[in-house]
């Protein structure tokens, strides 16, 4: 079936560099993707989203990329900081017409201090 | 941002009874409510979707009869755990969806930590 799956498990950086998350997805109908964020023991946090008909979106330190051509998404966390350690989650919306989100397996990235 | 309140956040039974899981939406009108579960180190997995007057739409392999759902008004659904058993501990999460301009955001709950004895 249909599926978002990450590259990277885990991923270390030291504080203050920037981060680069990956995400891949197979549906080539998804039109709206998103980046979660899970700290232990809560649900996930919106960071950012960007629709099928741009490559780039950004927020605050976050920027989100989407290659269509290659089903690749990614996030870039820049001048990363403690409280960015935590799980990482891509997700999808399949079309219009779903309502449904597919997550990702997820990545841990842990910043050392 | 709008808020999702989940209640319990933790709870501990006895094998064979039941458990009701609280979702609201705090400052938003939900017409659509989402339940996931979620394993230690996995992802989050759709259980059912929640509409509000109408019956929950299940996910292929979830026992609509195991896991009731009820979507009683704009901003409560309800998730309950029947004759819930040691297989049954999870970590189940409600999220709601409030559209906003360019957003589809699903706003999640803290999440339930549900384990049975």
């Known amino acids: 079936g249909e599926s978002v799956g990450l590259h990277l498990p885990t991923l270390s950086v030291q504080e203050g560099d920037n981060s680069i998350i990956n995400c891949a997805y197979s549906n080539s109908a998804s039109d709206y993707f998103i980046w979660y964020k899970q700290e232990s023991g809560k649900g996930p946090q919106f960071i950012i989203d960007?629709?099928?008909?741009?490559d780039k979106r950004q927020g605050q330190r976050v920027t989100v990329l989407l290659n269509k051509t290659v089903k690749h998404l990614s996030l870039q966390i820049a001048a990363t900081q403690p409280g960015d350690s935590a799980v990482y989650f891509c997700a999808e919306k399949g079309s219009s017409f779903s309502e449904k989100l597919t997550f990702g397996t997820g990545t841990r990235l842990t910043i050392i201090p | 941002g709008a808020v999702v309140s989940q209640h319990p956040s933790r709870v501990i039974c006895k094998s064979g009874t039941s458990v009701k899981i609280e979702c609201r939406s705090l400052?938003?009108?939900?017409?659509?409510m989402f339940w996931y579960r979620q394993f230690p180190k996995q992802s989050l997995m759709l259980m059912a979707t929640s509409n509000e007057g109408s019956k929950a739409t299940y996910e292929q392999g979830v026992e609509k009869d195991k896991f009731l759902i009820n979507h009683a008004s704009l901003t409560l659904s309800t998730l309950t755990v029947t004759s819930a058993h040691p297989e049954d501990s999870s970590f189940y999460i409600c999220?709601?969806?409030?559209?906003?301009?360019?957003?589809?955001?699903?706003?999640f709950g803290s999440g339930t930590q549900l384990s049975v004895l």
């Open positions: 400052d938003f009108q939900a017409t659509t």
């Open positions: 960007i629709r099928s008909n741009m």
């Open positions: 999220s709601a969806r409030d559209r906003q301009g360019y957003h589809e955001k699903l706003f």
